[in-house]
Structures are given as structure tokens and as C-alpha cells.
């Protein structure tokens, strides 16, 4: 069973960053595409971003297209959330989990404990 360790959580003040990152424990980190979901207080888990890893392309949720960006290092089998003009409604515990992109939009698996981003106006 793969386990995820999110990281990078914080509180930030409208238009700051922060940089998620998740390690998750596989072996064979290259045969999992990784990405983020989130869950803000009273809404349903919501995918933010993917990465397949059939051919490379990133899905982003429409509200955080062009200020958050994901990224993998391998080397580090690690996975990144760079998260730049931040906004009070991004405020929600985000979650490492297995993903995939089907139709466009994302699906996923279980997830890690979570890692909270709060920000304030």
C-alpha cells in the first residue's frame, strides 16, 4: 500500500506562495503518476493538479490554472505544488494521492493525511 507524506503546508496571506511537496513510498516511484487533491472546509475533495505519466501532460483544476504549477523531481521521488497568488478560497487541507486523467478531468485514489493551507485577506 503506497503512503503519502505531505509537506509545505502554512499560512499565508493573499498573494503569497507556498510549495507543497509530497514523498510518497513506492519502489517503483516512475510507475505512479502523483498528484494533489484538496478539500475546503465544507465542500467535497476536489483534484487540483495530475501529472500523467504515459505522455506527460498536467491537468489543473480551472481555478488555479496559471498559479499553481506541479512538478516531480525524481531523483528525490518527490512531487511539488508551487503555489504563487494565493487566495483566501485556495484555503483547504491538500492531499498527496495516485492519480489519472481521464476525459480531462482527474480521478484518484487514497490519500495521505494532508498538509493545510490557510490564507488570509
Known amino acids: 500500500e503506497v503512503q503519502f507524506v505531505e509537506s509545505g503546508g502554512g499560512s499565508v496571506q493573499a498573494g503569497g506562495s507556498l510549495t507543497l511537496s509530497c514523498a510518497p513510498s513506492?519502489?517503483?516511484?516512475?510507475?505512479?503518476?502523483i498528484g494533489w487533491i484538496r478539500q475546503a472546509p465544507g465542500k467535497e475533495r476536489e483534484g487540483v493538479s495530475c501529472?500523467?505519466?504515459?505522455?506527460?501532460?498536467?491537468y489543473y483544476a480551472d481555478d488555479v490554472k496559471g498559479r499553481f504549477t506541479y512538478s516531480r523531481e525524481n531523483a528525490k521521488s518527490t512531487a511539488y505544488l508551487q503555489m504563487n497568488n494565493l487566495k483566501v478560497e485556495d484555503t483547504a487541507i491538500y492531499y498527496c494521492?495516485?492519480?489519472?486523467?481521464?476525459?480531462?478531468?482527474?480521478?484518484?485514489?487514497?490519500w495521505g493525511q494532508g498538509t493545510q493551507v490557510t490564507v488570509s485577506s
Open positions: 494521492t495516485r492519480c489519472g486523467i481521464l476525459n480531462g478531468r482527474m480521478t484518484w485514489g487514497s
Open positions: 513506492v519502489v517503483t516511484w516512475d510507475d505512479y503518476a
Open positions: 501529472q500523467s505519466i504515459s505522455d506527460g501532460t498536467t
